[in-house]
């Protein structure tokens, strides 16, 4: 599992109802907004075609394949974002 302490998971309620971003501040850094409502993703490709906007914070040129990581880095925090979510309400 990777690590995620340079990952953050923001929703955007005001400027974009029914989305979230997930905010990555390590290098390269990134925006990526996308559909989300708590709507369950189902796997990889149903993420990417949720995506909205892919913003690169340091105007950096990310090659494809590195772009390609990260993307699936994203979703993997996602992922164990929402378990932890799950979890937590769990114990509640």
Request: proline letters at 3%.
């Amino acid at each position: 599992m990777s690590n995620f302490t340079n990952f953050f998971l923001d929703e955007c309620i005001l400027n974009h109802p029914e989305q979230a971003a997930i905010i990555k501040l390590s290098a390269p850094r990134l925006v990526l907004r996308f559909n989300y409502e708590e709507k369950y993703i189902a796997d990889l490709s149903h993420f990417k075609e949720e995506i909205n906007e892919q913003s690169w914070l340091d105007g950096d040129v990310v090659h494809p394949v590195d772009e390609e990581r990260i993307i699936e880095e994203c979703f993997e925090f996602l992922t164990e974002h929402r378990k932890a979510v799950f979890n937590l309400r769990e114990h509640e």
